[in-house]
């Protein structure tokens, strides 16, 4: 068996030590006789598999107690549609877009109301997070939304942007528990599992619980309505189980790990190491302004398609994967998610090192 340092932005690498954990459970959970995946969801088992998840996850987080979690699926982009049509009372919102992910949202958001895009990043591809400290809010917006951390361009808001007192809205898909984030700020933390936590499909929603209500707008289905599930306990109809299971086993993981400052930590400085030699090499170039940087995604480009292709050809012969840059955007893209231990982005820049001394 030999494994890979993946660098692929989603789904993503997870930390060995849960594979092995599940791979251990696969055929006989805990002295049950069955796999996580061949059992009732409504059984004992796997209620306390749920139950643990959401508190570890309550525990990293500090979620306060006015804060529902709940573990859904469709992905981080059924919370697009689902987002406006449990929030928008006034059928009013405003987004911020900073890429490709926020752009999507908007799109699906209009079909529900009057959206406004009171911010962008677009007139320099996304490179940068807009100024957020004096928006022009609407005065009736539901809510306001941000992508937290851009996938694809590498951007990260270090600042939260000022509503003015509106609801804020937050997919933090790509950087869901790689650092502490205080809850309270938010009116819903959401994001799909397959970049920081866990299988493709999954998604986490933190939802105060004001924002949970029966008022949602005509039409609106029972599997798209956060109160359905909340009341339910995430028990409305079969969740993704064992995806689930895999998503607890990361959260106890993160525990062992020190948590979330720990994980901050450990992510700091994997994002130094790389975002230092970008800075000083002579082939190699970070698309992102240094103070917007995402610490889980790092575009970077050599400023020639065949010199990147060759790039990427060559990594992944030395066993360093994935590491095209998103098909919209070319160039070079390493995730460094959680669970990317140190060693592999020491690889990666001594790899780099050694390309750019043949080729600079
Ligand atoms: C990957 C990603 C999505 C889409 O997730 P799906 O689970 O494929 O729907 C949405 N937002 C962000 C920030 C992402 O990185």
Same mark, same amino acid.
Request: glycine share 8%; proline share 8%.
């Given at each position: 068996m030999a494994r890979v340092y993946n660098f692929a932005a989603g789904p993503a690498v997870l930390p060995e030590e849960v594979l092995k954990e599940a791979a251990e459970e696969m055929l006989d959970y805990r002295g049950c006789g069955m796999s996580v995946m061949e059992?009732?969801? @409504?059984s004992k088992m796997f209620e306390e598999i749920l139950n643990n998840a959401e508190a570890d996850i309550r525990e990293l987080m500090n979620i306060p107690d006015h804060y529902k979690v709940l573990f859904m *699926?469709? &992905?981080? +982009?059924?919370q697009f549609a689902m987002i406006p049509m449990n929030l928008m009372k006034n059928r009013v919102a405003d987004y911020i877009l900073t890429g490709q992910w926020s752009k999507k949202a908007y799109q699906e958001a209009q079909k529900f109301g009057k959206i406004n895009?009171?911010? +962008? +990043?677009?007139?320099?591809?996304?490179s940068y997070i807009p100024d957020c400290s004096d928006l022009p809010i609407?005065?009736?917006?539901d809510y306001v939304y941000i992508? *937290?951390?851009? #996938?694809?361009?590498? #951007?990260?808001?270090h600042r939260l942007p000022d509503t003015k007192g509106k609801t804020l809205v937050a997919?933090?898909? +790509?950087?869901?528990?790689s650092e502490p984030v205080d809850?309270?700020?938010?009116?819903i933390i959401y994001g799909g599992? *397959?970049?920081?936590? &866990?299988?493709?499909g999954v998604v986490v929603a933190i939802i @105060?619980?004001?924002?949970?209500?029966?008022?949602?707008?005509?039409?609106?289905?029972a599997m798209l309505t956060y109160k359905t599930h909340a009341d339910a306990k995430?028990?409305?109809? #079969?969740?993704?189980c064992y995806g689930i299971y895999i998503c607890g086993k990361v959260f106890q993981w993160l525990k062992k790990m020190g948590g979330l400052e720990v994980m901050k930590e450990r992510n700091e400085k994997k994002a130094a190491l790389l975002y230092d030699f970008l800075d000083h090499s002579h082939l190699f170039k970070g698309t992102v302004v240094p103070e917007d940087r995402s610490l889980m995604n790092v575009p970077f480009v050599t400023g020639s398609e065949e010199m990147d292709a060759a790039f990427v050809k060559a990594a992944k012969e030395a066993g360093?994967?994935?590491?095209?840059?998103?098909r919209t955007v070319g160039g070079m893209r390493a995730s460094i998610y959680?669970?990317?231990?140190?060693e592999g982005v020491e690889k990666l820049v001594a790899f780099m090192k050694e390309f750019e001394a043949k080729h600079a």
């Open positions: 059992m009732s969801h @409504r *699926q469709g &992905g981080a +982009s059924t895009a009171v911010a +962008s +990043s677009a007139d320099k591809t996304f609407s005065p009736d917006a992508c *937290q951390n851009n #996938t694809i361009y590498g #951007t990260k808001y997919d933090v898909s +790509s950087c869901f528990l809850v309270s700020k938010y009116g599992a *397959q970049k920081n936590i &866990g299988p493709a @105060r619980e004001d924002l949970i209500t029966e008022d949602v707008l005509p039409g609106t289905p995430s028990l409305y109809n #079969t969740p993704p360093l994967e994935n590491l095209k840059g998103h959680n669970a990317m231990p140190y």
